[in-house]
């Protein structure tokens, strides 16, 4: 058997309740964390509205109850499916990102430092390009060669 | 109450192997992946599953690009990363290139989605006065940035050519004494377009662009012009006339002109803007066969903004962004066809996504970017001297609510305008990097979003993200392009999208 043969027999069981025009989970938190519980719901404003509430201690409850007040039973379904898809993802996300923090910490102040120490050659250039040269009392722009200086 | 069980496919994550990568799926059971530089791949979904377990071997064939892309920690170059991301956000070392000036509000034609909020033509009190044109000048050589550009609007901005000539006149002199490259753009209906104008600005190699809807019963319901007669105080015959025809009149002329001066036509033409309204979205195809039939090479589709009198005529010419984007898609595929098809042509926001995603640059569009570039990378002058972040800003001003002024020509610093606190807040309410669902969102190295559209349209400057229109806008638009890569076998949808990228500077001509 293939290796992504392998992974595809790998699955995940999550629960959820139906109840009038609402999907309810209750999430672990040690097998999802908050902030991924919180990312997953934020994704769903737009079409639920959202509630989080604290069933038991380590637990988060996610209420979501569509805006469309049409919504029936198969609807409510699709709806926890993509919900416990994001969730899954934001998992996903949340761990490649606490990993390679210190990576991007790195990376992002060496790509930032260069830029930084440009931008204050820029920023005295640009003082001195704002000085109005007309008014150059001390001949400072006049050529020390021109004759006529 | 009913109680059921989902069954998932689990994701193993070996993050050891790991790069930083965003990621989503996109459909026909393919996954894209992006990361901090914009590299990007896009992957089957059981390949993405291997890799996400790091049981993808250096003999995968995918491996090799996808390790020199940055995506494998193991052979990750944080130097080359490090300058990617450089080169890419360049921008966050420079001021504002791109400096607004809104020369009059007086304007003689009555568009149903103005964003402007204009003026009848008898206003005399909205005109940029001379001493507001030098201070303008005078403030955008502070700019930080070594290039600038000077973009002329109202209004309609030719209706006070006087500023125009005045700000082109004291920015060639200041020139002389500053290494900045600096550029004139100024953007007319052409309803007082004249021989002796358009010369001028070719003279003065001003950049010349338009607005153009669509075929001539569309753009003229959409841009009609005021009733009053009034409002043509030169006398030029609008009454009954069509602004289709006085657009296109011009364009000619342009188009002609720049021919007869010797100018590359690839490079120097009239550039036309379209704005989408309701009854632009059945007629998709006309819109591209006029583009194409007038010679025009790129197409800008724009959705209605929530400013001026588009706030007011919504339920007229109004729609969902779900329509739009189905507007957006049958255009973009359109003229994909026409240029499979030999026919050179672009679609513009395409284009600046486009070159994000595939040249190692950004192209400095100024409201796609992260931060948005509302006062660090453009900046509004009212005609009255005051100074906004934005041509947005400004036209939040035109409603009444000016709390996004950050100061005043002739008394206000450089450096106070840009360490305004206004811009600081608007570089943090747009930074991707740090926002609620952007910072994971696989969109993050090519988007931007609009702080002020949300202050308009929720009342916050950040907004909830998938709420927002241009959340969804831009999104839909990025989905739309990485699905027509990852559909494309024969690589003929790549070649295409690689030639919109290319951008020559007019200089060569």
């Known amino acids: 058997m293939s290796e992504a043969a392998t992974l595809e027999r790998q699955t995940t069981e999550l629960v959820f309740e139906l109840q009038q025009g609402r999907v309810f989970f209750a999430l672990d938190e040690d097998l999802y964390p908050r902030d991924a519980i919180f990312g997953a719901a934020y994704l769903f404003v737009d079409r639920c509205w959202v509630f989080l509430t604290r069933p038991a201690d380590g637990q988060v409850g996610v209420r979501l109850r569509a805006k469309d007040p049409s919504a029936d039973e198969a609807t409510l379904t699709a709806l926890a499916g993509e919900f416990a898809n994001e969730l899954l993802n934001q998992v996903v996300r949340i761990r490649v990102a606490e990993s390679t923090a210190q990576i991007r910490e790195f990376y992002m102040a060496k790509a930032f430092f260069a830029d930084q120490a440009q931008s204050s050659i820029d920023a005295l250039l640009a003082e001195l390009d704002a000085e109005e040269l007309a008014e150059d009392d001390l001949a400072i722009e006049v050529p020390w060669e021109d004759p006529d200086a | ?509």
């Not at chain 2, 001379?130 to 550009?149: G, L, N, Q, W």
């Not at chain 2, 005045?166 to 500053?178: I, Q, R």
């Not at chain 2, 339920?315 to 003229?335: K, N």
Request: proline share 5%.
């Open chain 2, 1 to 509: 109450m009913s109680t059921h069980t989902l069954t998932l496919p689990h994701r193993v994550v070996q993050t050891d192997h790991l790069g930083f990568f965003r990621y989503t799926d996109i459909g026909h059971g393919k996954v894209v992946l992006t990361n901090d530089a914009g590299e990007w791949s896009i992957l089957p979904e059981a390949t993405f599953r291997a890799f996400l377990a790091g049981q993808m071997g250096t003999d995968h064939p995918d491996y090799a690009p996808m390790a020199a892309k940055g995506f494998f920690r193991d052979a990750l170059d944080l130097d080359d990363m490090a300058a990617k991301i450089r080169r890419k956000r360049f921008y966050a070392a420079q001021g504002p290139h791109l400096h607004v000036m809104i020369t009059t509000l007086r304007c003689n034609q009555s568009c149903r989605y103005c964003h402007a909020s204009r003026e009848d033509m008898t206003k005399s009190d909205v005109d940029m006065s001379p001493e507001v044109v030098r201070h303008a000048v005078d403030m955008a050589f502070c700019s930080t940035s070594p290039y600038i550009c000077f973009e002329y609007t109202g209004g309609e901005p030719t209706a006070n050519m006087e500023a125009i000539q005045l700000a082109v006149a004291y920015a060639n002199h200041k020139k002389k004494t500053s290494p900045k490259t600096v550029d004139h753009s100024v953007v007319t209906n052409m309803s007082f377009m004249n021989e002796e104008v358009a010369e001028w600005l070719m003279d003065h190699e001003v950049l010349v662009c338009t607005s153009l809807d669509g075929p001539k019963d569309l753009h003229d319901w959409n841009r009609g012009w005021q009733k009053r007669e009034y409002n043509f105080p030169r006398g030029v015959p609008m009454a009954g006339s069509s602004a289709y025809d006085q657009v296109l009149r011009w364009m000619a002329y342009f188009n002609r002109r720049y021919i007869e001066r010797g100018k590359d036509p690839d490079l120097w033409h009239i550039d036309a803007l379209m704005t989408t309204t309701r009854r632009s979205l059945p007629r998709a195809r006309e819109i591209v066969d006029l583009y194409v039939e007038l010679g025009l090479r790129s197409l800008k589709i724009r959705p209605l903004n929530p400013y001026g009198f588009a706030t007011k005529t919504w339920r007229q010419i109004g729609y969902t962004m779900e329509e739009y984007l189905a507007f957006y898609e049958e255009v973009l595929d359109y003229i994909i066809e026409l240029n499979l098809q030999g026919v050179e042509i672009q679609e513009g926001t395409a284009a600046i996504f486009l070159q994000k995603m595939m040249t190692p640059f950004d192209p400095n569009y100024v409201d796609i970017r992260s931060p948005i570039g509302s006062g660090t990378g453009q900046v509004a002058y009212n005609f009255d001297g005051r100074i906004f972040p934005s041509d947005e800003g400004r036209m939040l001003a035109g409603m009444g609510s000016d709390f996004v002024q950050i100061g005043t020509l002739g008394e206000t610093s450089y450096a106070e305008m840009i360490g305004h606190p206004t811009v600081r807040s608007l570089v943090m309410s747009s930074y991707l990097d740090a926002l609620p669902a952007c910072h994971s969102c696989f969109g993050a190295p090519y988007c931007g979003v609009r702080p002020i559209n949300n202050f308009m349209e929720s009342g916050d400057l950040f907004a909830q993200r998938p709420n927002t229109p241009k959340c969804a806008e831009h999104m839909g638009i990025m989905r739309l392009l990485f699905d027509r890569l990852a559909q494309d076998v024969e690589g003929k949808v790549e070649a295409i999208f690689r030639r919109w990228t290319i951008q020559r500077p007019r200089d060569d001509a």
